[in-house]
């Protein structure tokens, strides 16, 4: 009874201390969706240059996704999570003596190794419960993506009081001190250790298997559509509402939090109902917002019998920071449903997969600003970075229904047990 009372308490401390680890990692891995405003002033660059900015720390904490799932395996998350934080310390702290585009985009990718801590926590935290409180424990963890929402209150903060430079300095030394809590109050265990002669050729076979690729698609939606939108909608309500940054990272938040915090839930959700069910809404929800959202502010003028009368379509701010709120919700529950499925169908191989399918959520949350910004470029309609997304949405939906709807119930008795085949 001690013995378990006491693994209990460890399980525990393991999982708040690196849901903080994962808050600040996160927080520090989407700093350029405020910073990158004031350097795109300064650089003067266009929206497609603006997107590789924000983007380029996701490509390289997106690419060491699937090695670093594959270390915890081997080595344990304890090790793995701190040498993470400890490498990227200087390269923070160097971002804030970077003068040319090139700079940002180098020391971007050596922050970006930040971002790959999310496949060292998953199957960390998860091996310390047992099954049935997995999806919980994963979503707890993953709820530490609302260090998008920390930086969108404490940048701007910084920013306006200090200059931009003053942000990675600051953010490098609370890097620091979360560090020096993670390994004071982390624990390791060797029995959750995974001894493996496996090659890192061999674990990414994986994606011959197309149940991960279809969790790939769906996390490269509501894991990297989080990404990118929590770079991009600061400067969106910036240009397309006229707000200052304060204000338009204040509004910004109303989708990071609910989209980080409640991955918990998500959690919790998944456990009781099963991942395909809560999944299957989740693009539901998704395909409505962004249908909505794709809508550009639009003028038109038809002819009546009293002469020409003109109308206006278009979200006001309040609309349009209403569906962000929910399309948040609805991003956070599935980032926790899609990790179900995996805890449900790959018991004894967490690290590796995770991994993969971290780093097609992380590749889109890459590749998704940059073709936002190619799209402003190219149409000038700023809403076309929804269209886009409604688009992705679609093909989810579609590869849902034929691979799983059409064999599982998603709603009443039978759908708590509902698994893709």
């Known amino acids: 009874m001690a013995s378990e009372l006491s693994n209990s308490r460890r399980a525990w401390s ?8 994962f808050t600040v990692c996160f927080m520090v891995w989407t700093m350029f969706g405020v910073i990158g405003i004031p350097i795109k002033k300064l650089l003067g660059l266009n929206a497609t240059e603006f997107g590789l900015l924000t983007s380029m720390p996701v490509l390289t904490g997106s690419l060491v996704r699937v ?8 080595f344990g998350g304890r090790v793995v999570m701190a040498a993470v934080m400890a490498v990227t310390v200087p390269a923070i702290w160097l971002m804030s003596y970077a003068t040319d585009y090139w700079h940002f985009l180098t020391i971007g990718m050596f922050v970006g190794l930040a971002g790959g801590s999310f496949s060292v926590g998953t199957p960390y935290v998860a091996r310390w419960f047992p099954k049935s409180r997995q999806g919980m424990a994963m979503g707890v963890y993953g709820a530490g993506n609302s260090g998008a929402a920390v930086n969108k209150f404490l940048a701007p903060v ?15 030394a609370i890097m620091l001190g979360t560090l020096v809590l993670f390994w004071l109050f982390s624990h390791s265990d060797p029995r959750h250790l995974v001894p493996s002669t496996v090659s890192f050729g061999e674990q990414l076979k994986a994606l011959k298997d197309p149940r991960v690729l279809k969790y790939c698609q769906y996390y490269s939606i509501v894991f990297g559509g989080y990404v990118a939108l929590s770079l991009w909608m600061v400067q969106y309500y910036i240009g397309e509402y006229g707000l200052d940054i304060r204000t338009a990272a204040l ?15 998500g959690g919790v959700l998944s456990d009781k109902f099963g991942a395909h069910s809560v999944t299957w ?13 794709s809508y550009p502010q639009t003028s038109f003028t038809i002819v009546t019998v009293s002469g020409p009368a003109t109308f206006h379509l278009g979200l006001n701010i309040y609309a349009f920071t209403a569906l962000m709120f929910i399309l948040g919700i609805a991003f956070a529950f599935g980032k926790a449903s899609v990790f179900k499925y995996i805890s449900n169908d790959y018991p004894e191989n967490i690290g590796a997969i995770s991994g993969i399918v971290g780093l097609a959520g992380g590749l889109g949350g890459f590749v998704l600003p940059i073709l936002f910004g190619v799209l402003m470029d190219v149409t000038g309609i700023r809403s076309s970075a929804f269209m886009l997304m409604y688009g ?25 047990g509902a698994k893709a085949s």
Do not use: K, N
Request: proline share 4%; with cysteine; net charge positive.
């Open 392 to 416: 992705v949405v679609w093909v989810s939906l579609i590869w849902m229904y034929w691979t799983e709807v059409r064999r599982a119930d998603v709603m009443g008795s039978h759908a708590a």
């Open 67 to 74: 090695p670093l799932g594959i270390w915890t395996d081997r």
């Open 251 to 265: 509004l910004a938040a109303c989708f990071s939090l609910p989209g980080g915090v409640l991955r918990a839930v």
């Open 281 to 293: 809404w989740v693009m539901w929800v998704s395909w409505i917002c962004l249908f909505l959202l």
């Open 158 to 172: 910084l920013l306006v009081g200090f200059g931009w430079a003053m942000v990675p300095q600051v953010y490098a």
């Open 14 to 21: 393991v999982l708040i201390v690196s849901t903080l680890s």
